[in-house]
């Protein structure tokens, strides 16, 4: 499956922004999505993951309550629905699709996303 199309941008503190991630490929809806974040001169962390069938979401405890991740898989997309955005958010966001292990860790994602950058302004 190949992910292209993240939308990014900037915002202030406070404010939403959702990021869209589109996928080709037949098999889309059999992989479980993801969102990691790399903020300047971090390392790469874990946003989100959202099960083949929507049902079953995750989040990092540092954007629980203010994030959402959910899929559309008749359009091939997985969308993450930021809101209450810190300027501790800013980050380069990626969409992944994960291939087997850990839902948290992105060595298990076998397919990226293009980053795309947030920036959350104070």
């Known amino acids: 499956v190949q992910l292209q199309g993240v939308w990014g941008g900037l915002v202030q503190a406070g404010g939403s922004l959702r990021l869209s991630c589109g996928a080709s490929?037949?098999?889309?809806?059999?992989?479980?999505m993801g969102w990691f974040r790399q903020a300047p001169g971090k390392e790469r962390e874990f946003v989100a993951a959202?099960?083949?069938?929507?049902?079953?979401?995750y989040y990092a405890d540092s954007v629980k309550g203010r994030f959402t991740i959910s899929r559309d898989n008749a359009k091939k997309m997985v969308y993450l629905q930021m809101n209450s955005l810190k300027p501790e958010d800013t980050a380069v966001y990626y969409c992944?699709?994960?291939?087997?292990?850990?839902?948290?860790?992105?060595?298990?994602?076998?397919?990226w996303g293009q980053g795309t950058l947030v920036t959350v302004s104070s």
């Open positions: 959202i099960s083949w069938s929507g049902g079953s979401t």
């Open positions: 490929g037949r098999t889309f809806s059999s992989y479980v």
């Open positions: 992944a699709a994960h291939g087997s292990g850990s839902y948290y860790y992105d060595a298990q994602y076998i397919y």
